[in-house]
C-alpha cells in the first residue's frame, strides 16, 4: 500500500476475488467501505481486467498480490508476507468452483490452501492484530451443524473420486476452524447455498450450479422431478452473499459464527415446484412424476453422464434436509435486512443461464465495455452516455447482440446513451406468459419504458418495429421520436410465403422443430440474399451461426414461432396493422418520424398503411441491413435526430 493506515482502519486480505461471489464483494467494498484491500490473485493484470470488466472502477484502495493458493507458501515473497501482515481481517474465498476436480487439485487448492491461509492468520494474531477471519464454504458442509453432522466428516469418501472437490472443502472448513479455537481469533464462517446472480439483472456466469439442471431441462434430459416434492435446492444470490461478506468486513467486534446463507426450507420452492419454473420459462414439458435421487445418480454413473454432460456430483446440492439458520437471521436483522424470495428472480436466472449455455460464434467479437441493465421483465444491453437514450428493439432471428455493432456506432458518433433490448423469450429476457404473442412482446416493452422517464428515441427493426410503434402508441408518451426499420407486420409478399404459412399451422413443437432443422449453412444462404456483402463474409456467417445455435433453446424457437404466426397468420381487423399503428401525429417533441426501407427485400413490401408524415429514406440491401450495414444506418439515424433537434428548434421560435 501507499499509505500507512489509520488506527482502527480496515484492511482487508482477501483470496478468491475475481471469482463470481469475490468480484460482486470487492465492488460493494469499493462503491460502500473505505476498506483498504489486498488481494491475493495469480495475475495482476489480469484481475485487474476482470474487476474492471465487472464494473469496478476505482483501485485506489485496491493492492494486488501475485500469488497461488495451490503453491507451497502460495507463492509469496518476504515483501508480501510484510505486506500482508498489515491486515487485520482476512477472507479466505478462494478456490476454483468445479464439482470434478480431481482429488489431488482439490487437495492442493483447499486443504493445503487452507493451511496456508492459517498460517498467515496465525502470524497476524501473534502480533495481535487479527481482528477477524471470514471463511467462505459450502452450505453442505457438516460443521457447524450441529455434533451429529460434524462427525459425518469422516464418512466413506476418503477414496471416493467422486467427492474430491467437497471433501477438500470440507476438511478446510474443519482444520481453520480448529486453527481458530486454537490461536483464539473470531471466525465466521459463511456457507452459501448454490449462487445465483444479483438483483435485477440475475447474470449468472457460474454455470457449474443450478445451470448444470437448466441445462438438463433444455436439452430434455430432465423429465423427472429429482427426489420429488421432499426434495430441494437451496439457492442465494450473489450480492445477498457480497452484502453480508462486507458486513462481516466492516464489523468491529464481530461475534463469530456460522452463517448458511438460504431461506427455510419451508418458505423455499421444493423441486417440483422449481422444476415447473423453470419448464415454463424454457418452454418444455413440465415432469412427469418423480424418481428418488439415488436411482438418477446411479443411472449418471452408468453412461448418463455420458450422454446428457449432467455430471452425477451435480446432485449432491439437491437435498431434504432442513438447516439451522438461526444466526443467519440474527445477522441479517443486524444487517437491516429480509431474506429475498428467489422465485422473484428465477424467469430472470434462468432465461441468463438458458441462453449462456448456447454454443458461440467462433468469429464474434462482443464489444467487452458495454453493460447489461434491466427494464420492466427485459434484459438490455447498451452504454451509458450525455443526452437523449436511443432505445433499439430488435427483430426476429436477432437478440440485442446483433445489434451492438449499430449501437456502438451510434455511441460513438453521438455520445448519447444507448440500451438494446432483448424481447420478451429472446437473448436473455424471460418469456411474457401471456396468451396473446404480440400483446405479450407489447406490453412488456411498454413497462420497460415506463421504467425510462426522459425523453427518448425509439428505434425497431423488422417486427421490432411493429413492436416498438404499437408500444409507443400504447403508451400514449409524447416524448418518444420513432424509427421503423424495415417495418414487418401484415406487409407479408404472400407470393413468397405460401409454404412458410402452411409450415405455421402446423402444431406449435413441430413448427418448432421444423425450425430447428434448419441447417446453418441454410440460414447463412437466407441472409446472404441481398445483403450487399460477398460470399462468406464473416458478419453472415456469424450471424447465422448464432441463429442456428439460439434455436437449440426451446424458449427462443418457441418465440419465433410465436412471432411468426402473428406476422403471417394473426391479422383479421379490416384495417392493416399500420393504419392503426403507424398513424403518429407529429409534435413539436417527436418531429417527423422516420422509417428507412431496403428495397431488396423478398419477403416484405413497403407497408402501404404508413401515413405521409414518416420520413422515408431507401437503401439498396436487404432485410438485414441494420446488421450488416450497421455504419450507415447509424450515420443516417445521427443526421435524423440532428436536424429533428433543428425542425423542433425552429418551432419552439
Known sequence: MNQTTNLGQTVLFMTGSTGFIGKETVKQLVEKTDVHMLLLVRSEQRARTVLESYGVSNFERITFIVGDLSVQGLGLTPEDRVLIREANVILHSGGTMDITLEREIAEKVFRRGAREIAKLAEDIQRRGGLRHFIHVVGFMSPYGQGSEREEQIRFNHSDSQESAYEEMKFQADGYIREHAKRYGYPLSVVNPSTVVGPRPTGETEQTGGIGLLIGAVQKGFMPVVPGGSSYWLPLVENDVVAETLVFLTKDAIPLGGTYPLLARKETSPNMKELLHILTKQLDVPKPAGALPLSWIQELLNIGGTRISGIPAQSLAFITDRTFQVEETEGLLKRMGRTWPDIREQLP????????????????????????????????????????????????????????????LQLRKLTGNPVWI????????????????????????????????????????????????????????????????????????????????????????????????????????????????????????????????????????????????????????????????????????????????????????????????????????????????????TAVILMEWAENSHMNNDRMEA
Not at 462482443?366 to 433499439?392: F, Q, S, Y
Not at 413492436?467 to 424495415?486: F, M, P
Request: hydrophobic fraction near 40%.
Open 348 to 407: 430472470f436466472i434462468t432465461a441468463d443461464l438458458d441462453y449462456r449455455l448456447l454454443p458461440k460464434p467462433e468469429t464474434e467479437h462482443v464489444p467487452t465495455d458495454c453493460i447489461r441493465v434491466r427494464r420492466g421483465n427485459l434484459a438490455m444491453l447498451g452504454w451509458e452516455g450525455k443526452g437523449e437514450p436511443w432505445v433499439i428493439v430488435h427483430g426476429l432471428l436477432q437478440s440485442a447482440d446483433d445489434l451492438l455493432p449499430l449501437g
Open 421 to 632: 433490448v432483448d424481447l420478451a423469450g429472446f437473448g436473455r429476457s424471460p418469456v411474457h406468459l401471456e396468451p396473446d404473442a404480440f400483446k405479450g412482446q407489447v406490453n412488456a416493452l411498454v413497462d420497460a419504458l415506463t421504467e425510462m422517464k426522459l425523453p427518448l428515441k425509439l428505434i425497431g427493426h423488422s417486427v421490432g418495429a411493429a413492436i416498438a410503434a404499437a408500444a409507443l402508441k400504447r403508451s400514449g408518451r409524447k416524448d418518444i421520436r420513432l424509427v421503423l426499420l424495415q417495418p414487418a407486420a401484415d406487409n407479408v409478399n404472400e407470393g413468397n410465403s405460401r409454404r412458410l404459412k402452411q409450415m405455421l399451422r402446423l402444431p406449435r413443437r413441430v413448427v418448432r422443430t421444423l425450425l430447428r432443422s434448419k441447417s446453418q449453412r441454410s440460414w447463412a444462404r437466407m441472409f446472404g440474399t441481398g445483403s450487399g456483402l460477398g460470399v462468406g463474409d464473416d458478419s453472415i456467417d456469424t450471424l447465422a451461426q448464432r441463429v442456428y445455435a439460439s434455436f437449440r433453446s426451446p424458449r427462443i424457437a418457441g418465440a419465433h414461432v410465436d412471432l411468426l404466426r402473428w406476422i403471417h397468420l394473426g391479422h383479421k381487423q379490416e384495417l392493416s396493422f399500420w393504419e392503426q399503428y403507424g398513424n403518429l401525429k407529429q409534435t413539436k417533441n417527436t418531429g417527423d418520424p422516420l422509417v428507412i426501407w431496403a428495397e431488396k427485400d423478398r419477403d416484405y413490401h413497403y407497408p402501404v398503411g404508413l401515413h405521409d408524415g414518416y420520413q422515408k429514406i431507401t437503401l439498396p440491401y436487404g432485410h438485414y441491413f441494420p446488421v450488416f450495414q450497421f455504419e450507415q
